[in-house]
């Protein structure tokens, strides 16, 4: 090598020396040599909308562990599992991070990269075995501690209820013959549409579903093939999705989930099924609103889709499993749920078993539809997620009335009898 090849070499490894991120394993920024033990920890998530409510938990946490730095550094929604896949496999992956519950979180348990995090202390006694269940392995495994869950309702604008003297349907019967009386009084009734697939079938089909074909233990039987996925129940939840159709937006076929929103908070559309996590986008709304349980039908009880949607748990290569450990034991505590309930936003309820208390009025009352009334996961997620597209598209074109709802369970069983 020449003088001048040496010198091109090595004025490239100094520019690679500046330019490329320095990180530990597990994707960790590591932290300054200031000989105090300083530790700065990465963690990732889907939850782009969070930085401020995350912010500001994570710097209450370091008033207890000065010591201990952690960013929280979001990807955009749709492409967090596969950046995460991406960046484990590349040895790059954050410190801390949001785990899936069910399948896919249990693919990156198997895989190597989620931690085990059954023996974090209040883990196993701070939560129920219901909340646990999202985020175990079949052999008992625990791989990441619950964060928070999400609620699904109907939000209607009290206002227009008020001036049209109505009232909270107690049936599904009584919610079509409201519709049917908004509609003729001038008034778009719902202000959902399939611009945006994923949001008809999780915040509309999926949070009906319980109501027709029951909770937990029946939705076992599915999965099982004990029942099946055309049955009665099944045929009776899809004509109650067709019978929505004529009460949805004008050209609701390219209505999106963002549309939806503004539909709503216009008041173009009096009520919008939707889940928990919309009810920030309302806090400034120029009218009074309020929450209701989708209801069932008549004879049958109403039950809450209550979904289990976030958990955190650290990667199994980082090189400091202590500090990630503490922050997880901290967050397990009924002190850390505490301060995570502050810190959420609002439609995100933490899942420990101790008492919290939400400061946001519309958080108690979706948190409210509970009482009393049997709760469960979206339907697909637990054992049926391949199912997901199927059903979806089911739905689509049972609205647009391509398919009758017998149709449309058939297709679904067929899906999912290769799945079983």
Known sequence: MNKKTRKAAGMLLLALGILAPVYGTGGRESSPATGTGAVTLVMGSWRADDV????????????????????????????????????????????????????????????????????????????????????????????????????????????????????????????????????????????????DEWDILEVFYLAMLPNYVGGGAERAKYESGEKKLNDANFVASLQAVADTAKYLPAGFESVTYNDSQVLFNTQQAVMFLDGSWTAGVYADAPFEWGLFAIPAPSGRPTLITFHPDMAITYNKTTKYPQECRDFLAWLASPEGAAVASKALPAGFFPMINSPITLDDPHANEFLALNNGRETDARFVWPKFLDLYAPMNQAVIKVLKGEQTPLQAADDIEAAASGMR
């Not at 883990?123 to 928070?148: C, E, H, T």
């Not at 309702?153 to 206002?159: D, I, L």
């Not at 001036?163 to 409201?178: A, N």
């Open 52 to 195: 401020a409510q995350m912010n500001n938990l994570l710097a209450e946490y370091k008033k207890l562990k000065p010591n201990v730095t952690i960013q929280f550094r979001p990807t955009n929604p749709p492409d967090y599992n596969a950046t995460l896949r991406l960046q484990l496999d590349g040895g790059t992956g954050p410190d801390l991070m949001y785990a899936r519950s069910y399948a896919p979180g249990q693919e990156l348990f198997n895989a190597g990269y989620f931690a085990d995090c059954g023996d974090i202390p209040g883990v196993k006694q701070n939560f129920s075995a219901a909340n646990l269940a999202p985020w175990q392995m079949p052999d008992g495994k625990l791989f990441a501690v619950p964060f928070a869950a999400v609620s699904h309702a109907v939000y209607y604008n009290k206002t227009i209820f008020q001036k049209e003297g109505l009232s909270i349907p107690q049936t599904w019967e009584d919610f079509l013959v409201l519709c049917e009386t908004l509609s003729a009084k001038g008034y778009t009734p719902l202000a959902n549409g399939v611009g």
